[in-house]
């Protein structure tokens, strides 16, 4: 362990946003138990308490649905004044809602990576048996419910499935969207965050009638993918499946369990996700609209995701590090921005150093690249990114994210995955 007054106060943020059922990934702006978030706490908890640890994984698997979907977030019966809250999105009209109040979407699978690394440094046998087959029944239903093409890729029909919420990634796939009638709705996030930190307008309407689509459509999955107005194949949601297909299969193997199954998930995946994501041309990989057939020429750090599962070949990799991490023009650090690395591209025309996914700096991100960065023996661009990742949060505090150009914290204070993951990255 290296500084360990970081290492004090990032278990004071973790401890103070215990509930003792799940952990808030921020304590006003977000009260409940997010999917992603709680995959990443129960890391960071697992490091000075892993029944704790465990049980953050329970709490989230008790949302699941009876098809299998692991929602996005889990409300528990915590009281709070969070919008949109339970009642809004009525999942008691889909015959898989679950006994506790959650969403009706997911978000990007970490889950299983997750356990296997807490697997592989706690010995944690009995645990891996019991959390193991939701797991599975999750990736199940993402590789199955989630298939528009049978390519084995899974689709988003919601941005805030992608877990990136406001990126341009989305933009073009809501210009086709015009809501027609939206329901009454007060938003809530601008209460405790700026709005300038904030989603736009126009893109939170589209977030809300999304919504109310699928509840009129009582979150079957079929009818989802037939009539959502957004289908989208998700280069960082699919690159975390795949890793996370892996990481299951490792604990499948532990277990004596049979592999086939994954081994047709990983296979297919890694038949398919080069050839429908990568741009040749661009040297990056962009996503995917199903309802167009056309791949979204936007530059996002999203392109990054693939190194996580080991997608790309070395020369993909060598392009994506050398053409567009280490260009300064792109996403290394120049005059104006200091900080690595930021979520957007600077040269895309929608770029904000302040605003949420079209530009800051966030925690969860610079993690994925550095461990995608290892993975190709790019040890150094690696270290280079933890240390400065450290030292925005040494000077900025636990926030949701950074501006780039001079460090300073946006969006939730103490916020949860930035204590876990300065945990993970000091050790
Ligand atoms: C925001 C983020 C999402 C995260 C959630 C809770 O919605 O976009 O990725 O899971 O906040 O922290």
Redo the contacts with the bound molecule.
Sequence with gaps: MTNSSLLDRAVSVLLLNDTGLFTK??PH??PHQ????SALIALGLSHFDLPRAQQEVRSLLSGQWQDGMIP?VVYHSTPSDYFPNPEFWQIENSPNAPGVPTTGIT?PPLLATMVRRMHTRHSMEDFVREGYPAILRWHRWLHTDRNADDSALASIIHP?ES???DSPRWLHLFEAIQPEALPEFQRGDTRYVAATERPNRTEYERFIYLIDVFRKLNYSPEQLLAYSPFVAQDVLFNAILSRADEDLRELAMGLGQPTDEIDGWLNQMRRNFNDRFWDERAGLYYDYDVRTGKSIPVNTAATFLPLFAGLPSKEQARRLVDEHLLNPGEYAPNEDVRHWVTTTAQTEPTWEARR??RGPVWV?MNWFIIEGLKRYGYDDVAETIQQDTLRLIEAGGFR?YYDPRDGSGCG?TD???SAALAIELSQ
């Design positions: 990934p921020g702006q977000y997010w999917n992603w978030d996005s978000q805030w877990g990136t919420d949420y996914w969860i949701e939730s916020f949860s995955w």
